[in-house]
DNA sequence: GTTGAGCGTT
């Protein structure tokens, strides 16, 4: 039995490579996604109209176009679209910037922390494929006892579902866990901020009153309480712009017959207030520490002290 | 009473 490829390119004009199809003709989003990281779908073009198809995905396997097969024509990459898009960047247009997003936009492992002893790889990928395709899946174990370490990764093959899951907790198998870009992986792809610190809270402030609150200026994926009450939590934003947004400012929530007046600042990471001094810097944990190096001087910003690098 | 726990034998 022979199989059959099709062609697949990343763009037009880019080389193709050739991908197996399965035994019911199909081509698994996985086999695409190996050879085209993060790619999400595949499109061609239309022999009469010149434009564009759309290939019908369904349940990770891509379905051969009805009229007359995978045949030998070229099939292109479809890639998750940035779903936010400044005017002045549609001047800007075509290959350059296009290529340049999608090596920012590649999926990268994800670590899950805080899983339940129980979980097991089966459970991880099962729970995270409601958010789309799942590349790999594995949870951490003692090699002596196979007793699982509490954590595992993830990786997708589309960065949309890569940013969706890493905006909220997850409750998996009873726990609240939650998923980050590893340490190993920080300074290799782009991360910007989506979760902010709010400061000043009171006791009587609940999830649902900051959730409620803070809607209003975009969707809000999580909220984070201390508990014990700390005074302070945390607002997670699908979006990062949102977030960036809020960023020094003072909001009044509106509690019964009173306002309280919470301050919005930049998460920091509380490994970085820990190390290295007073103020932590959520460049430096969010991008990478070697490339930011000893600090020179001080700048206010968002209503607070950050280190300058000395160099870049 | 203004910063959360935890990071990969390949």
């Excluded at 022979?2 to 880019?14: H, K, M, N, R, T």
């Excluded at 400044?86 to 090596?103: H, I, V, W």
């Excluded at 990268?108 to 097991?120: A, E, N, Q, R």
């Amino acid at each position: 039995m022979s199989i059959e490829y099709l062609q697949v390119a990343e763009d037009e004009g880019e080389e193709p490579i050739e991908l197996p199809t399965e035994d019911d003709g199909t081509l698994l989003l996985s086999t695409l996604s190996a050879q085209f990281p993060g790619s999400s779908g595949l499109k061609y073009r239309n022999p009469e109209s010149k434009s564009f198809r759309g290939v019908r995905l369904s349940e990770g396997r891509l379905h051969p176009p009805p009229d007359g097969g995978w045949g030998s024509q070229m099939f292109y990459c479809v890639f998750p679209k940035e779903n936010k898009r400044k005017s002045d960047d549609n001047l800007e247009n075509s290959t350059a910037k296009t290529k340049r997003m999608e090596t920012k936009l590649r999926c990268t492992d994800l670590i899950v922390l805080g899983l339940p002893w129980k979980t097991t790889e089966q459970n991880l990928r099962e729970y995270f494929e409601t958010f789309g395709e799942v590349l790999m899946a594995q949870v951490k174990k003692d090699p002596k006892t196979g007793q699982s370490k509490g954590f595992g990764f993830i990786r997708f093959a589309s960065y949309e579902s890569q940013m969706r899951v890493l905006a909220q907790r997850h409750m998996i198998d009873g726990r609240w866990c939650d998923v980050k870009v590893p340490n190993s992986k920080e300074g290799l792809i782009q991360q910007v901020p989506c979760k902010v610190f709010i400061g000043r809270c009171t006791e009587d402030l609940t999830a649902d009153d900051l959730r409620e609150y803070f809607g209003k200026f975009g969707e809000v994926t999580d909220v984070f309480i201390p508990k014990p009450f700390r005074a302070f939590s945390f607002v997670t934003f699908l979006d990062p712009e949102v977030a960036q947004s809020l960023c020094g400012e003072d909001h009044i929530i509106r509690k019964k017959n009173r306002g309280v007046s919470v301050h919005v600042s930049n998460a920091a990471p509380k490994s970085e207030t820990r190390g290295g001094g007073a103020y932590g810097n959520p460049r430096s944990a969010r991008w990478g520490r070697s490339s930011w190096p000893k600090p020179r001087r001080w700048i206010r910003w968002s209503g607070r002290l950050w280190h300058i690098p000395t160099t870049v």
